[in-house]
């Protein structure tokens, strides 16, 4: 009827069933031939042939079947995994922010499960959605350039700690008009009756639910309303452009560069300069737009897949103890007690066995090291917004003005004073691999490395640091995409044994290393550098103490450990 010219509507009625039903039917026929003939001589169930209908391209479904079945992980989920991992899901933030509709009307194609829920479909043209929401950006960049920002910045997503550096201006909220000022309060009223109205119940209505989220982004619009700058602010002042995680448009402005902050070599510059943009160039014609590119991460390397004892990358050291080093000051925020003993270890260390500089009233300062490697996942991590989100809390409970910060500090009682203290202190933590190579640049030594890390396991025992709890997992872009096929499967060994080691052992690297991410997804395995270290526990023991064995490895080892001449705790153990 299909090839009839019927379309889905009239083959539904004729047979009385669901057009979804037709959809589906004929999405199964439509699955490559060999596939069908293996179905047809039950080499496969029909939840596997469902899962390859998510793609139409017959050579990639014929080839996922050729792997699962060699591999023998052909479980349905494991093909729909393997048919979509070069797609973007629809709920991602790229897609989200783009939209389907703009995606589809650019040539992009969606695959769609109609046997699963798939949250919208798989994006599969992932470089068009990358120049969609480049242009997108960029888009809003140009109009966001007619205010007279001295530059903008522009990025589907920044690296942590892109905005170190700068300073941030204080702007005025604006004022509401009188008709701004009645919708608010028409748009509040209704939110806050539908509230009272459907407070108890147990489910909300759609309609009463869609409403409540249409007056929740209204009122949103209201509150999210960009600050006031002065002329002479904006002139030399920046603006940073993005993608919230909600697929929102997300704009930062007010970001004044070091070297753009003339006010902090002479306070006198600048003054009386707000009425007046800079000498010789008008309001926003020395606009830079910048649009940061994402690096990729390394390729593969397989001809050094032989080497099983050959060290991590440097670069992936140095990126581990990125997270540890942010988890470090977040735990380190959070006991006031050991950070105090933490600062005064290193006063007393300046005082009594260094030599200390003279000149000042009170020699004491706060240097933040930057992060030397961007780690992927580091800004979105969890560590990284429990600091922003505690530094902000702070931020609002302390004076503009640093002329008042002594009585405000006085002010607060003796717990949130050490908790204030913790949390300035822990952003002096610096527990980041760098190689020996940089020894020779003068930036530091391997004997101050090793001396850093050293210390940084003492706090990290001090304060309990879990990078489990942190929320550290092993995936494909932060670890086992960068390491050697023989420390995947050690990884997967050490978390879950040599069975399910051997599942994976035949498989090329890419899909070693997606199979491990999810073989180790909720086992706490953690990578060397990120393992809190303890002194009491050998070299030898410390290897091997990546979390409990496995069941059949704990009997076969509780066994070899039994005496062969003792059949009573043989008859125990077994």
Known sequence: MREQGRSEEDIAAIFFVSVNVVKQRLRL????????????????????????????????????????????????????????????????????????????????????????????????DVALLERLVADKL??????????????????ASFPYGHDHGHR???????????????SLDTLQAEY????????????????VDTRLGELEEALAAFENRPDIFKPGEIAKAGVFVSIDSEGRLSVYRGYVRSEDDMSAIDPEVGQGADAQPIEGKEAGSSIQRTVIAVAGSAADAEEDDEDAAKPLPDRLITELTAHRTLALRDALAENPAIAFQAVLHNFVLTAFYRFSSAGNSLEIGLRTPTFPAQAPG????????????????????????ENDLWDALTALDGAAQASLFAHCASFAVNAFYEPDIRYNQGRVSAHGVRTRLDQANVLARAVGLDMVQAGWRP??????????????????????????????????????????ERLLDGSGWLPEPLRLVDPNVSSVEQEGNAGPLPEFLADDEERENVGEDDPQQLDAAE
Request: charge should be negative; charged fraction near 35%.
């Open 168 to 182: 941030r201006l204080e702007g005025t909220p604006p004022d509401l008009t009188s008709e701004e000022q009645a």
């Open 378 to 401: 580091l800004r979105e991590s969890a560590s990284a917004k429990a600091v922003e989100a505690r530094h902000e809390s702070w931020k609002a409970r302390l004076p503009k003005g």
């Open 192 to 207: 806050d009756a539908l509230q009272a109205k459907f407070e108890g119940a147990d489910e909300l209505p759609d309609e």
């Open 475 to 516: 995936t494909v872009d932060n670890y086992l995409g960068r390491v050697t096929k023989p420390r995947i499967l050690e990884a997967v060994r050490e978390a879950r044994g040599e069975s399910s080691a051997q599942l994976i052992d035949n498989l090329k690297k890419a899909d070693m290393a997606k199979e491990a």
């Open 138 to 155: 960029r888009t809003e960049a140009e109009t966001l350039a007619s205010e007279g920002w001295k530059w903008i910045e522009v990025a």
């Open 29 to 124: 026929a439509a699955v490559s031939l060999k596939l069908l003939d293996v179905y047809a001589d039950d080499g496969m169930s029909l939840e596997q042939l469902m899962a390859f209908s998510v793609t139409d391209d017959h050579a990639r479904q014929e080839q996922v079947w050729e792997n699962v079945n060699k591999s023998g992980y052909d479980e349905p989920y494991q093909i729909r995994r393997l048919l979509t991992e070069r797609a973007v899901r629809a709920s991602d933030k790229r897609a989200r922010f783009v939209g389907l509709p703009a995606y589809e009307a650019a040539g992009g194609g969606v695959l769609r499960d109609l046997f699963e829920e798939d949250g919208g479909g798989w994006l599969e």
